[in-house]
């Protein structure tokens, strides 16, 4: 039986059983079979909450796993180091963009673990490397619910399940290859870890915490440490146990984080730079400097090094060059339709739910958890809503599982408490502001279902209404109403949701929901494999909206174990930097205008946007079979600038390209010298004409490297490709 919440004065619940018990012992309960259990759940639990609970998860994988294959490589960038890490153990180890070890991605490569084990069993595609990514989401959902269930109803976990998978931006980013997807997991992971460890003041909770947090710096180096300060202070405070003690363990569970992420980064910075991959986004080929400049203070200030416009800070006035920043900033025209559907629910259901229990004492479980998941959330947005540096929308796949427990945690609460007027009252208000807010979220995009924004509207304002005084309402009245609100909450996001399903997501900028639902950007390249965009001027940065185009007249990559053969994959409606083999009418809808498109731009072979920096070049069968020719003879068949015109010749023709300096073709790697040197010893067959490079306060090296090629080497042209072979000088 679900235990009922008690009025803000009444001592505390009891704690719930941390496992059942055995016959002859606890409660005398029988110990159930291993297959029982799975299908049964909590013996105090309704006989449909575990399977219930068992379905909600094998929809959310089905709906996930929906359409997959459309994304091809999805980001090229992330997708070329993973099939670099399947052909080379160490590659695998750095996150090498090339299996030849030239360059590593601007991350560690935890991310790129799961994905290259994938294609090392399955083979190069679209499902091999973006299932493990589903598997995340799953996993993600999972977690909540047992965080959410161990201390309120199993409705509650539903609820949180519901609410977290049909985020948009949730939709999107567990579909895709960015690190942001097993960064979610393991936050999750890390605030039921603490949550468990407060209900009795086990220290191996704490520990398990610290691990999951050191792996997630391994994920996306310090973004993993922004939820540390409201849980460090969280267990401080309110944990059992004396004060003593709690600090031991929070200083063991420090200890663990620096164990479980620290190793990788010893390892990196003891190998000698001679015999490793240069560390793609620093300047001076040091994890270190990419860790606490260009990945750390630089995303607060803005003065990013080596980032297209990096260095340049913010630009006052509530805005950086990534986007307008402020209190507002989840909320506004380039965020809230990623995020925000339920967050105005979500704050205001953490105040309910502190208030509720505030009177209880100290170590009670219900309060700590909404200041758990609150303090994860409140501290995450506040830190992304004022960074100056780079910021792309998916960033806020992070707030998702925290918005989603403390809507489940705290609608359980209030309903419980529903006799109340005030908790009802309250309860209504919040259905009702939903309601209000996705009707202004949905009205940014009046042409995309246009008549649900009304009836989400009347009916959720309505439902809020006899939510209200739903104490005063006999059952079937009441449970209706709450059925009208939970829709009418719901539908929104879930519109936005079937949206993004529906639709292929490749390149560096992705953005969740219909076209038009997002203008934002920033003015280029970042770390993470795309992080830029244009923004301003009424139009959609490259590849945001769906492209008008034609696609898909090379192979797609197929499902596991089997690789393409044709070139990048194309699909005919793409958002995000298409990367179509075939040709696009050269247009992208956005929200207020069009602009040319990245994968429309130019022959197959051509480079993609912003000079191959956000969407890599499209290579022709042609330009494919030259970079293939003798490639088995040379280190790396092709070097190239930036790292997604290297990565769409890799992913093409399974050879190793360099990508010479990293993603913005910034970095100081290869030198001039060392680029001559390669070029001498014959390790590199072709370069590859285009791109851009030296930007944002960079070495410049990747120019000159350029300018000595071009004046000392014969080109060769395929369609719009330019190629230089660097086995024949010009006499």
Same mark, same amino acid.
């Given at each position: 039986?679900?235990?009922?919440?008690?009025?803000?004065?009444?001592?505390a619940?009891?704690?719930?059983?941390a496992?059942? #018990?055995?016959?002859?012992?606890?409660?005398g309960?029988?110990?159930?079979?291993?297959?029982?259990?799975?299908?049964?759940?909590?013996?105090?639990?309704?006989?449909?909450?575990?399977?219930?609970?068992?379905?909600?998860?094998?929809v959310?994988?089905?709906a996930y796993?929906?359409?997959?294959?459309?994304?091809?490589?999805?980001n090229?960038?992330?997708?070329?180091?993973?099939?670099?890490?399947?052909?080379?153990?160490?590659?695998?180890?750095f996150?090498?963009?090339?299996?030849?070890?030239?360059?590593?991605?601007?991350?560690p490569?935890?991310?790129?673990w799961p994905?290259?084990?994938?294609?090392?069993?399955?083979?190069?595609?679209?499902?091999?490397?973006?299932?493990p990514?589903?598997?995340?989401?799953?996993?993600?959902?999972?977690v909540?619910?047992?965080?959410?269930?161990?201390?309120?109803s199993?409705a509650?976990?539903?609820l949180?399940?519901?609410?977290?998978?049909?985020?948009p931006?949730?939709?999107?980013?567990f579909?895709?290859?960015?690190?942001?997807?097993?960064?979610?997991?393991?936050m999750?992971?890390?605030?039921?870890?603490?949550?468990?460890? +407060?209900?009795?003041?086990?220290?191996?909770?704490?520990?398990?915490?610290?691990v999951?947090?050191?792996?997630?710096?391994?994920a996306?180096?310090?973004?993993?440490f922004?939820?540390l300060?409201?849980?460090?202070?969280?267990?401080?405070?309110?944990?059992?146990?004396?004060?003593?003690?709690?600090?031991?363990q929070?200083?063991?569970?420090?200890? #663990?984080?620096?164990?479980?992420?620290g190793?990788?980064?010893?390892?990196?910075?003891?190998?000698?730079a001679?015999?490793?991959?240069?560390?793609?986004?620093?300047?001076?080929?040091?994890?270190?400097?990419l860790?606490?400049?260009?990945?750390?203070?630089?995303?607060?200030?803005?003065?990013?090094?080596?980032?297209?416009?990096?260095?340049?800070?913010?630009?006052?006035?509530?805005?950086?060059?990534?986007?307008?920043?402020?209190?507002?900033?989840?909320?506004?025209s380039?965020?809230?339709?990623?995020?925000?559907?339920?967050?105005?629910?979500?704050l205001?259901?953490?105040?309910?739910?502190?208030?509720?229990?505030?009177? #209880?004492?100290?170590?009670?479980?219900?309060?700590?958890?909404?200041?758990?998941?609150?303090?994860?959330?409140?501290?995450? +947005?506040?830190?992304?809503?004022?960074?100056? =540096?780079i910021?792309?929308?998916?960033?806020?796949?992070?707030?998702?599982?925290?918005?989603?427990?403390?809507?489940?945690?705290?609608?359980?609460?209030?309903?419980?408490?529903?006799a109340?007027?005030?908790?009802?009252a #309250?309860?209504?208000?919040?259905?009702?502001?939903?309601?209000?807010?996705?009707?202004?979220?949905?009205?940014?995009?009046?042409?995309?279902v246009?008549?649900?924004r009304?009836?989400?509207?009347?009916?959720?304002?309505?439902?809020?209404?006899?939510?209200?005084?739903?104490?005063?309402?006999?059952?079937?009245?009441?449970?209706?109403?709450?059925?009208?609100?939970?829709?009418?909450?719901?539908?929104?996001?879930?519109?936005?949701?079937?949206?993004?399903?529906?639709?292929?997501?490749?390149?560096?900028?992705?953005?969740? =929901?219909?076209?038009?639902a997002?203008?934002?950007?920033?003015r280029?390249? =970042?770390?993470?494999?795309?992080?830029?965009g244009?923004?301003?001027?009424g139009?959609?940065?490259?590849?945001?909206?769906?492209?008008?185009g034609?696609?898909?007249q090379?192979?797609?990559?197929?499902?596991?174990?089997?690789?393409?053969?044709?070139?990048?994959?194309?699909?005919?409606?793409n958002?995000?930097?298409?990367?179509?083999?075939?040709?696009?009418?050269g247009?992208?809808?956005g929200?207020?205008?069009?602009?040319?498109?990245?994968?429309?731009?130019?022959?197959r072979?051509g480079?993609?946007?912003?000079?191959?920096?956000?969407?890599?070049?499209?290579?022709?069968?042609?330009?494919?079979?030259?970079?293939?020719k003798?490639s088995d003879?040379?280190?790396?068949?092709a070097?190239?600038?930036?790292?997604?015109n290297?990565?769409s010749?890799?992913?093409?023709t399974?050879?190793?390209?360099?990508?010479?300096?990293?993603?913005?073709?910034?970095?100081?790697?290869?030198?001039?010298?060392?680029?001559?040197?390669?070029?001498?010893?014959?390790?590199?067959?072709?370069?590859?004409?285009?791109?851009?490079?030296?930007?944002?306060?960079?070495?410049?090296?990747?120019?000159?490297?350029?300018?000595?090629?071009?004046?000392n080497?014969?080109?060769?042209?395929?369609?719009?490709a330019?190629?230089?072979?660097?086995?024949?000088?010009?006499?």
């Amino acid at each position: 039986m679900t235990q009922p919440h008690l009025p803000a004065d009444a001592p505390a619940l009891p704690q719930p059983p941390a496992a059942p #018990a055995v016959q002859g012992q606890g409660h005398g309960r029988p110990k159930q079979p291993p297959l029982t259990r799975v299908w049964r759940g909590r013996s105090d639990d309704p006989r449909w909450a575990r399977p219930a609970f068992l379905g909600l998860l094998l929809v959310v994988a089905l709906a996930y796993l929906w359409n997959l294959g459309a994304s091809g490589y999805a980001n090229s960038f992330y997708s070329a180091a993973v099939q670099a890490g399947s052909q080379s153990w160490k590659a695998m180890f750095f996150g090498s963009l090339d299996s030849a070890n030239a360059i590593t991605v601007d991350k560690p490569p935890a991310s790129l673990w799961p994905m290259a084990l994938s294609v090392r069993i399955f083979g190069l595609g679209s499902w091999a490397i973006l299932v493990p990514q589903v598997l995340m989401g799953v996993a993600t959902a999972g977690v909540l619910y047992a965080a959410v269930r161990r201390r309120f109803s199993a409705a509650a976990g539903l609820l949180t399940v519901a609410a977290f998978a049909l985020t948009p931006v949730a939709a999107l980013m567990f579909r895709f290859n960015n690190p942001d997807a097993l960064l979610a997991l393991l936050m999750t992971v890390t605030v039921y870890c603490v949550l468990r460890g +407060m209900e009795n003041g086990r220290t191996k909770w704490l520990v398990w915490a610290g691990v999951a947090v050191g792996l997630a710096f391994l994920a996306k180096t310090l973004q993993a440490f922004l939820i540390l300060p409201p849980l460090a202070v969280l267990y401080a405070v309110f944990a059992p146990g004396r004060p003593l003690k709690r600090i031991g363990q929070l200083l063991l569970s420090g200890l #663990a984080m620096v164990v479980a992420g620290g190793w990788w980064v010893a390892v990196v910075e003891l190998w000698p730079a001679s015999s490793r991959p240069y560390i793609g986004g620093s300047q001076n080929n040091s994890f270190l400097e990419l860790t606490f400049g260009y990945n750390g203070l630089g995303r607060i200030n803005g003065e990013e090094t080596g980032s297209v416009g990096g260095g340049g800070g913010g630009m006052g006035g509530g805005g950086s060059q990534w986007g307008e920043t402020g209190i507002d900033r989840m909320f506004n025209s380039e965020i809230g339709s990623q995020i925000s559907w339920l967050l105005p629910a979500a704050l205001l259901l953490l105040v309910a739910g502190v208030v509720v229990t505030w009177k #209880a004492r100290r170590t009670d479980t219900a309060r700590a958890a909404f200041l758990a998941w609150g303090g994860s959330l409140v501290m995450t +947005m506040v830190v992304f809503s004022f960074m100056a =540096g780079i910021f792309h929308q998916y960033y806020t796949v992070a707030l998702a599982p925290y918005a989603a427990a403390l809507v489940g945690m705290g609608a359980s609460v209030l309903w419980e408490e529903r006799a109340r007027f005030t908790a009802s009252a #309250a309860l209504g208000v919040t259905v009702a502001v939903t309601a209000v807010w996705s009707y202004v979220l949905l009205n940014r995009t009046p042409d995309y279902v246009p008549w649900l924004r009304w009836v989400i509207l009347v009916g959720g304002v309505a439902a809020g209404l006899g939510i209200a005084v739903a104490g005063r309402l006999n059952r079937q009245l009441a449970l209706g109403a709450a059925g009208v609100g939970l829709v009418a909450a719901l539908a929104g996001p879930t519109a936005y949701t079937i949206s993004t399903l529906d639709t292929g997501h490749s390149g560096s900028i992705v953005t969740a =929901g219909p076209a038009g639902a997002s203008m934002m950007g920033g003015r280029g390249g =970042g770390p993470g494999g795309g992080e830029g965009g244009m923004r301003g001027g009424g139009m959609q940065p490259p590849g945001q909206g769906q492209q008008n185009g034609q696609g898909q007249q090379g192979q797609q990559p197929g499902g596991m174990g089997q690789p393409p053969t044709g070139g990048m994959p194309g699909q005919g409606q793409n958002q995000g930097q298409g990367q179509n083999q075939g040709r696009g009418n050269g247009k992208q809808q956005g929200g207020a205008g069009t602009m040319p498109g990245a994968a429309g731009m130019g022959e197959r072979g051509g480079a993609g946007g912003m000079g191959g920096l956000l969407s890599g070049a499209q290579v022709s069968a042609k330009a494919k079979a030259l970079v293939e020719k003798n490639s088995d003879d040379y280190t790396w068949a092709a070097a190239a600038i930036g790292s997604q015109n290297a990565a769409s010749y890799q992913l093409s023709t399974g050879k190793p390209v360099m990508a010479i300096g990293g993603f913005n073709g910034s970095d100081p790697s290869p030198t001039l010298a060392q680029f001559k040197s390669y070029v001498e010893d014959g390790k590199i067959h072709y370069f590859i004409g285009g791109g851009m490079g030296g930007t944002g306060g960079g070495s410049g090296s990747a120019s000159k490297i350029q300018s000595w090629v071009e004046k000392n080497y014969t080109k060769v042209t395929v369609g719009s490709a330019t190629f230089y072979d660097l086995t024949q000088p010009k006499s």
